[in-house]
């Protein structure tokens, strides 16, 4: 019935091919007389995303999660998955050749430490680590008495003969209708923040940054619209942009050079390095610009200044008409997803449909808004045990059929020109347990409660985080992920740099859109996540002695009553419930075309009452 377009199922190689990549490519490493090697889950700007020629990580473990690291030394290898992923590594790599370890708690640092012996070599690719990185590796090289080596080439690439070519994806102008704001605007803001920070000159080595700045979107990965690209800006002067001519049509580089230099990507080394020469200082973004560009500047004579990317705050904050087009999106994917969950209602009870068929629909659905760009990220389509695996996705190995007394997880998002989106729901299938009521009720109080809070300006992600998590913790419950993560403007659907989260340091501006998504997850038998995006607006508090802000809730769509427990919610947050359930009907229902989705609605967003 339904035809997916921008995902595929297939499983990940596995098995004899896995066993010989690795064999290969320790010949490789002993043949350059280095008795390791550090292959992170990176291309050169840090990108979650990447084309599929930067997917060394996937190919030599068999690992597809978009965060991570593999060590290979001459007798031991591990890969490193943070929290989210250990479920999914475990059934992709093979453990008789790999370890599993942490990616945070304890870093890949400490593991090297007691790998390492004295005199061992160990090598990593400058363009795919940051500093900050580089400088952590060399520590624990230090400790053990080894050597940290910067190769010139990757010896990974050297033995991945199949290796696909980078992406020549053909870049758009995004016009002010989306952006509300013209380059040069952006570039005096830009300008501003450079002359804060005394340097001569700033390195966008985020594509995203890039992207922003000059008003333009492309297609060379998968679900962000990015135009892979580099872009120098100096304090005074025009800025230039490192970016494959063979990207741009007449248009586009008419557009980019109203505004800029444009030149090809092989030339940013040998244009830092001439700045570099005169002694400049160069500010680099900490979180994205490889160590490679720290090293050429340093080497040429120059300064390299390590920070934050001024960019990625402005670009964080939306303006007017940013947020006017996100919320045109968000009631564009609210029929979409209203269409869905009635459909879903409907014909899920029988047993007939898989994981699957639920991600193709949803596709579907929103391909026929005649707006949809791409998924913003792969559907995340779990049924019972599968849900309980936070970034599962579903292969044809895994599709697991949808039957009565699981708990359906889908976690979706769509790119449109004017926003982007990112929802989950779950839904029972059939009757709940008393306890998965009991778990969603409690993941539901702190949805909520992030939702209705409001806190003075200057507020970081972190301070907010707990009010996600107190009803699990009163339980003795937890979630091993982030309360939210930033939303770009037809951008990334994980932008930062402000986040929900126990590590979320950056203060919550007013124009910044956040998702809200705790969740619970009992291992081998379901998964729980509500999730809608919001925005951080100016609120008036009687009485208050500066700013205050709050929460617009963007998203639209029905939360399943069915395993909401009405007992355990307050009046508060019951009026809140009831209140957005009015809304949800009120946006959505007269854009619906046929009266059994308006009733399915009518009901799904009924007043719920104490019992």
């Known amino acids: 019935m339904f035809e997916a377009h921008f995902q595929t199922f297939e499983e990940p190689e596995s098995g004899v091919a896995l066993t010989a990549r690795l064999a290969l490519f320790r010949e490789e490493l002993a043949r350059r007389k280095l008795t390791g090697f550090v292959i992170p889950r990176a291309d050169q700007q840090q990108n979650e995303y990447v084309p599929a020629s930067e997917e060394r990580l996937a190919w030599l473990t068999g690992f597809t999660g978009s965060a991570g690291m593999a060590i290979v030394l001459t007798r031991e290898a591990a890969v490193f998955v943070d929290g989210r992923y250990t479920l999914q590594a475990a059934k992709q790599v093979d453990r008789k050749a790999w370890h599993i370890e942490p990616l945070a708690d304890p870093p890949p640092e400490h593991w090297l430490t007691k790998h390492l012996a004295a005199g061992d070599r160990l090598g990593f690719d400058p363009w795919l680590h940051t500093s900050a990185a580089a400088e952590r590796l060399a520590a624990a090289c230090a400790k053990a008495g080894a050597e940290l080596i910067a190769v010139d080439s990757n010896p990974l690439d050297s033995v991945w003969h199949e290796r696909p070519a980078p992406p020549l994806g053909p870049v758009a102008v995004h016009g002010p209708q989306f952006s509300g704001e013209i380059e040069a605007e952006k570039l005096k803001r830009i300008r501003l923040e450079i002359s804060k920070l005394g340097v001569d000159a700033l390195v966008l080595s985020d594509s995203h940054a890039v ?32 970016i494959d001519h063979r990207k741009l049509s007449n248009l586009t580089r008419d557009h980019l050079e109203q505004s800029a230099d444009v030149r090809e990507p092989d030339t940013l080394v040998p244009t830092l390095t001439e700045l570099a020469r005169s002694g400049g200082a160069i500010a680099l973004d900490s979180a994205t ?3 490679a560009l720290s090293r050429l500047i340093t080497a040429a004579g120059g300064k390299p200044v390590r920070g934050n990317d001024p960019v990625s705050l402005l670009k964080a904050v939306k303006n007017i008409t940013e947020i006017e087009g996100t919320r045109r999106a968000h009631q564009r994917d609210a029929v979409a997803l209203t269409r869905f969950l009635a459909w879903i209602d409907r014909e899920a009870p029988s047993g007939a449909l898989t994981e699957i068929d639920t991600v193709e629909a949803l596709e579907t ?35 697991r059929r949808i039957v009565p007394g699981d708990l359906l997880l889908i976690d979706s998002g769509a790119q449109y020109e004017d926003g982007t989106t990112d929802v989950t729901r779950t839904i029972a299938i059939g ?20 939702a209705h809070a409001v806190f003075p300006d200057g507020t970081t992600g972190a301070q907010l985080d707990s009010f996600a998590r107190q009803f699990l913790w009163q339980a003795g419950l937890d ?4 309360t939210g993560h930033g939303v770009g403007s037809y951008l990334s659907v994980h932008e930062g740099p402000a986040r929900i989260s126990k590590i979320g340091t950056t203060p919550l501006k007013r124009g910044m859109i956040l998702s809200n998504e705790p969740g619970y997850y009992k291992t081998d038998a379901y998964g729980i996540r509500i999730e809608n995006l919001e925005l951080v607006i100016g609120t008036d508090v009687a009485g208050a002695e500066k700013p205050v802000n709050a929460f617009e809730t963007l998203t639209l769509a029905p939360i399943d009553r069915r395993l909401i427990d009405v007992n355990m919610l307050s009046a508060t947050e019951l009026k809140w419930l009831n209140d957005y359930h009015e809304r949800v009907n009120r946006a959505v229902r007269p854009h619906l075309d046929d009266n059994a989705t308006k009733l399915w609605l009518d009901e799904a967003t009924a007043a719920m009452l104490p019992l």
């Open 365 to 399: 659905f929103r391909r026929q808004t005649c707006a949809l760009k791409d998924v913003s990220f792969p559907t995340i389509a779990g049924t019972g045990p599968n849900g309980a695996i936070v970034h599962y996705r579903v292969t044809r190995k895994s599709n």
């Open 479 to 482: 979630f091993e992920h982030g």
């Open 431 to 450: 009757t709940p347990t008393d306890e998965m009521r009991d778990r969603f009720t409690r993941v539901l109080r702190g949805h909520i409660a992030i």
């Open 289 to 291: 610009a490889a160590d």
């Open 211 to 242: 992207a922003w700045t000059f008003n333009i979107r492309g297609t060379d990965v998968s679900h962000t619209p990015l135009p892979l690209s580099y872009a120098l800006v100096p304090k005074d002067g025009r800025p230039t942009i490192f």
